[in-house]
């Protein structure tokens, strides 16, 4: 009964050097997006990169920043999808983006606007 135990604990032990052995490095991008974002971009910094957007159910509204690296696709569904830059991104575009939590922040792995927010409301006396 002793050998049994023995030879349970030295098997239990031996698999957890193995997995020792061979550490698994994370992705650098992973493969698909975490999470995704609806809402309003607030602001554009350029110099950055980095883009904020106002999102919100109710009177629960929170401001997402995320890091749009250079390599992130950004299409206009208005241009039936066509790609756009960064620096056509405005104050007032309704956007959706994919992104992932890094260790750096928030990063988008694609951007989409999907309209523009109007410009007033008319006001009748």
């Given amino acids: 009964m002793h050998r049994?135990?023995?030879?349970?604990?030295v098997v239990c032990f031996a698999?957890?050097?193995l997995a020792a052995q061979h550490p698994s490095a994370p992705p650098s991008r992973p493969t698909a997006p975490h999470d995704s974002v609806r809402g309003a971009v607030s602001a554009v910094n350029v110099q950055a990169r980095t883009l904020d957007v106002t999102t919100g159910v109710g009177f629960a509204i929170r401001v997402v920043r995320l890091q749009v690296p250079a390599?992130?696709?950004i299409t206009d569904r208005g241009r039936q999808r066509a790609s756009m830059r960064?620096?056509?991104l405005k104050p007032?575009?309704?956007v959706r983006a994919a992104f992932g939590n890094r260790p750096t922040g928030l990063v988008a792995y694609a951007i989409e606007r999907v309209g523009r927010m109007a410009t007033g409301v008319d006001s009748t006396p």
């Fill in 4 to 9: 049994l135990t023995s030879l349970s604990l």
């Fill in 15 to 17: 698999a957890f050097a």
């Fill in 71 to 73: 390599d992130v696709p």
């Fill in 86 to 88: 960064f620096v056509e």
């Fill in 92 to 94: 007032g575009d309704l």
